[in-house]
């Protein structure tokens, strides 16, 4: 087995993790083995038995095998499917339920006779589940028990439903949900308050008996629990790290999942590394805050005991090194993000030239800008650069519903005051009335109650990017289409946005853009809105002269920050400007006390803001470099 095989460089994963460049591939992967699996069972006459998973995580393998049965003629015929879990209680019909869930992304569109699948009953009365569940494990141990399981893994380390505290030798059972994976799931809901409490579950004895388990995670959402499960001690308060006992178990995952286990973050603890410069700047960054001291401070005795013995070998006397870096991280402070005029560049992360530049700001929802770069913006329009800013999406979704009433009673007060006729739109505020009386959790807008927000949303920006100094005509709403494509499907098509893009920059042709590189938001829509930019720009690289001259900055938004060793502009504020930001930010009130998407950070965006640039600030001190209020941090993106 693969256990038995562990190679150095994964000393501390206590079980076989396969890692793949992006979660399409794996996904293939995953799907491959599941038809490798079925067809060589038909070749014997033999029926599969698979456990299933719902989550987002299986979707694209779903996706893979409807692909395979219709293409490939790979057929379901002989496979019977136990699936996980099921909410309790829910209705099957229901549009969260994992019933609803495996017929839309797999059992519709296969040929699977529908009496051969099995998902935990939501709809049994409390008296009635023990013995469902009995009758759930009897069914799976008649049939052989299961050939393969797949699972996904909860940010609690629950694999099915069995969050922390449950037993290695649990059976399918009726469990209480976690509070962290109810938030999880609340956007599905339309709010936590409308997630089941309960859920039926197969147990981790039920997993453990699978003669395959695989499993998957993507993205950085599941990097710390990721390694929590690999590298961690086995124990109740993450479940998955049970799985290391099992001797047939897999972790299939992608590079983003995989960024926090040792081999991948601190690799010179496990193996001999290249050491090129990004490593370096990592190494040595990572050895002054592990230790707490000032780079100038290291010795070469903190490199020998911190697996850098070979980069000292290699590349010291580590005071050189030290000295290397030191002037590294110091050269991407800058007081001047559009770059100093008339000063020597060659050390400055922006050109000097031309002094006054055209800069576009893409902000993906209408506050991102002022949030995560409010004190460059403010900068950038001081020192006179031609800014523009431009909001990619409406962000017509986080509004709440009685903010969008009250500013519709106010244009009717308004125009009765200046004697306009208000029919109309009085009819349309009955209407807006009703729709919101019966709306269900979750359920989209009308299209007026969306416009409504919309424009709330825009009223806010306007307000935000002229106190940053913007005059209006560069003030640009792009609404691209594929916000409201992507409120039913998730998989969408951007080319008009694409198309959008790419006129509004050839128009304005920047020296300098800005874009949010924060691929963890939890919509999806940040990345989506990168994408855009990035295929607009590669297109027009191949006829537009300007684009040679045009530097590409990302920030990150109110999520997440870029590491340390990964910034290459440190743009300082000073009290005054963190004051000035934070009045930007206060324009957006509809996002203010309480947005409709928090996130799980129950901090205000401002205070969020705030915090994570004091953070920065504190690390640049922490590293030996000066003082600052705070820092916002900038990385290059060559397109
Ligand atoms: C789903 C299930 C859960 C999910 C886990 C990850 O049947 O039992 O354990 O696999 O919550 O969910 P996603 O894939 O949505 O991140």
Known sequence: MPRLNLLEETRFEKLPVTIYDNAADASIAVA???????KSKQRNNEKTVLGLATGVTPIKVYAE???MHKEDSLSFKDVITFNLDEYYPMRPTSAQSYVTFMKDNLFNHIDIDLNNVHIPDGTLAKDEVADFCLEYERKITALGGLDMQILGIGRTGHIGFNEPGSAPNSGTRLVTLDDLTRSDASRDFGGKENVPTKAITMGIGTIFKAREIILMAWSKKKASILKKAVEGEISADVPATYLQLSDHVEFIVDKDAASELTRLDTPWLVKDCIWDEQII??????????????ILKLTEEDYNNHGMAQLATEKGPVYNININIFNKLQHTITGWPGGKPNADDSQRPERAEPAKKRTVIFSPHPDDDVISMGGTFIRLADQGHEVHVAYQTSGNTAVWDDDALRYVEFSIDFNKYQKIDTTQLEDLYMRMRSFLKEKQPNQTDSEEILTVKGQIRKGEAIAGARYAGLPDERIHFMNLPFYDRFKSQKSVSYEDDIKQTMDLLNMIKPHQIFAAGDFADPHGTHKVCFDIIINALKRLRETEEWIKDCWLWLY????????IHEIEMAVPLSPEEVTRKRLAIFKH???KDMPVFPGEDSREFWVRAEDRTKETAFCYNQLGLAEYEAIEAFVRWDY
Do not use: D, Y
């Open 32 to 38: 491959r083995r599941i038809a490798k699996l079925i």
């Open 65 to 67: 095998l409807v692909r």
């Open 281 to 294: 700047k990592k190494a040595v960054t990572w050895l002054a805050l592990t230790l707490n001291k000032p």
């Open 556 to 563: 990150r938004g109110a999520w997440h920050e870029f590491p």
């Open 589 to 591: 009130q509809s996002q």
